[in-house]
């Protein structure tokens, strides 16, 4: 369940030593018919596999690994069905949310913020809400700009329940340790006034810089826009780039990785925690597993089926099957015991090989085809677009300083300049998150 980090990605053009991805901004590309061809093959750029051939990658023991250990948190997409990091997920009234975003909405602006400070339940609002109290901001800029964003996404007077933060959640998941405790701190909304910031409050926060930051991700792969899964939705991924990202990024590099699991238009990323896959012998029908390359290699016209030999390539020896299986977080809603920590996506597949087992294409053996992976650009991190103008350093226990709250809210300069706040845009101001996050730590 989440929302669209880019919707626009290029059809790969797969070689057997690299692949062609696209690099973008993560939300200047929101919707693919913003971007011109033009604008389109200048973000495309050539990424080069460090290991491409199959029988290296089990001599290396790729075929069961993990991305790095501090990688990946359980998390949740905040649906903006719900108002985002404006869903008061602890107050007993708005746990419970309804279908209907029209009443979510009237129901959050009807029950003030100012309310619920003087009755004395701040524990109760939600996270953008907190975060706007932190710094004074009495116009709650970080908390409308949740419901404006997602006024964006009604349809026929809904948002579907999967548009949400998931791919910010994905990406903050792999970037930033989980915050593993409450950090309380003053603010400036009134003297004497302590805001509490609990772990899910937190997460929830740097899911909103990586959801609506600034940073370049790399994309490999293409989202599939139709309701359907025929035509220009069959491969949008191909088979080879799936195995050698798994194996090079999370493999050889340790990196994480998110993947979008629907094949529709439907938009679901989730990060891989851990991939694992097998060998399948194409020789037999049934395709049974076995331990060893050299056990399950094939020669396309030893292939059992006839349409597992037809349009091969001229240069494939050898084919093989492969059975991978994928580990994520399931996603978990405030609130809610998980039956499972984690969620399996199962993926059957075959690789093509050259007579040295460098694999130079494949083919899906399911209709469960994902549509893309990505993951941020190399020393990309998100930031909000008014962190440079911030001098001054951030300490919990005192109020935030004017410089704060103007940077977040927005200001008018003595010369009438207006100044947008990145609150605007729904992005908290790095520098203040980044604090809140060591403190919890």
């Not at 419970?96 to 029209?102: L, N």
């Not at 089926?305 to 492969?322: A, D, L, M, P, T």
Request: charged share 25%; net charge positive; glycine share 6%.
């Amino acid at each position: 369940m989440t929302y669209l980090v880019s919707s626009f990605f290029l059809l790969i053009c797969f070689s057997s030593y690299s692949t062609e991805i696209l690099r973008v901004d993560h939300k200047t590309l929101m919707r693919k018919s913003s971007v011109s061809k033009e604008q389109e093959d200048s973000q495309k750029i050539s990424l080069q596999f460090q290991e491409n051939n199959l029988l290296k990658m089990e001599e290396k023991s790729l075929m069961n690994l993990s991305a790095r250990k501090t990688f990946s948190w359980r998390g949740y997409s905040w649906p903006y069905l719900f108002g985002a990091a404006s869903f008061r997920f602890l107050h007993p009234k708005f746990s419970s949310p309804s279908s209907s975003y029209s009443s979510n909405r009237n129901k959050f602006f009807k029950l003030t913020t100012e309310e619920l400070i003087n009755s004395g339940k701040i524990k109760d609002l939600s996270p953008a809400e907190k975060y706007d109290v932190l710094l004074g901001d009495k116009e709650l800029t970080l908390s409308r700009a949740q419901w404006k964003l997602a006024d964006t996404e009604v349809r026929g007077g809904s948002i579907p329940y999967w548009v949400g933060l998931c791919h910010g959640w994905s990406a903050a998941s792999g970037s930033v340790s989980m915050p593993s405790k409450s950090v309380r701190a003053k603010s400036s909304w009134k003297d004497g006034l302590w805001v509490e910031f609990t772990p899910t409050d937190l997460s929830v926060l740097a899911t909103l810089l990586w959801s609506h930051g600034q940073y370049l991700v790399d994309i490999i792969g293409d989202r599939c826009e139709g309701r359907k899964v025929k035509g220009p939705c069959g491969e949008d991924l191909e088979v080879a780039d799936f195995h050698m990202a798994l194996t090079n990024i999370i493999g050889l590099k340790k990196k994480f990785l998110v993947m979008d699991y629907s094949r529709n238009y439907v938009v679901n990323n989730m990060p891989i925690l851990k991939y694992q896959y097998q060998y399948l012998d194409l020789k037999n029908k049934s395709k049974p597993v076995r331990a060893k390359l050299s056990d399950a290699l094939s020669l396309k016209k030893q292939l059992a089926r006839r349409s597992w030999r037809r349009g091969r390539h001229s240069k494939v020896k050898y084919v093989v099957g492969i059975k991978t299986i994928i580990y994520a977080h399931q996603e978990k809603v405030p609130g809610t015991v998980l039956t499972s920590n984690f969620m399996e996506k199962n993926f059957i597949y075959d690789l093509e090989l050259d007579s040295n087992f460098k694999i130079i294409g494949g083919r899906w053996h399911t209709s469960n085809i994902p549509d893309f992976v990505w993951y941020p650009s190399p020393g990309e991190t998100a930031t909000s677009l008014n962190d440079r103008r911030i001098k001054g350093l951030y300490r919990a226990d005192e109020a935030p300083s004017s410089e704060f709250t103007q940077y977040a809210s927005g200001f008018t300069t003595e010369n009438g300049i207006k100044v947008k706040g990145s609150s605007e845009f729904g992005q908290p101001l790095k520098p203040l998150i980044d604090q809140l996050l060591k403190l919890s730590r």
